[in-house]
């Protein structure tokens, strides 16, 4: 998706672009695709269930800095214990108040992350992909002064039937 990018910026807040592959033709899909920090939120609206986020590891890589720490992170977005979204994550903090957070509650959400931070983080989608097997993923920067994530979910085959958490 070289040229087709999505940018959010917290300075043009007045204007909202988006430019998708057209092979992208499901509403849905391209909701969950341009979602900044909200994900668990629009799939817990769209099953009108409880998302929960397992944590399957978070730690700290040697490429952290006196000033930054780095950590690798997998998580799976879960509902009714179906795994829904598989995401993996590198997380630059860059402040100390960003670092004493995320110490202090190493399971928080990184859209919650934000929230606490009360910031609005500029959003950059570098890939889409949609496979025959219907599952999709998207790689994409979150970006503030705080906190730079480098994200790729894959949205599992079959998770946009209303009853899949059910099956």
Do not use: W
Not at 128 to 157: H, M, P, W
């Amino acid at each position: 998706m070289s040229q087709d990018q999505i940018t959010y910026s917290a300075a043009e807040l007045n204007i909202t672009t988006i430019h998708l592959p057209c092979v992208i033709e499901n509403p849905i899909q391209r909701i969950l695709l341009t979602s900044i920090g909200t994900l668990q939120q629009l799939l817990c609206a769209f099953y009108n269930f409880p998302i929960k986020v397992d944590i399957l590891y978070n730690h700290i890589t040697e490429e952290s800095l006196p000033n930054q720490t780095v950590y690798q992170r997998r998580v799976n977005l879960t509902c009714n214990s179906k795994i829904v979204v598989i995401a993996t994550s590198k997380m630059i903090l860059k402040s100390s108040r960003a670092i004493s957070i995320l110490n202090n509650n190493n399971k928080i959400a990184i859209g919650q992350f934000y929230k606490i931070m009360k910031v609005f983080p500029d959003f950059q989608i570098l890939d889409v992909s949609l496979n025959i097997d219907s599952s999709f993923s998207r790689k994409y920067i979150l970006n503030s002064c705080d906190l730079e994530c480098q994200i790729t979910e894959e949205f599992v085959s079959g998770m946009l039937s209303p009853d899949f958490i059910f099956q």
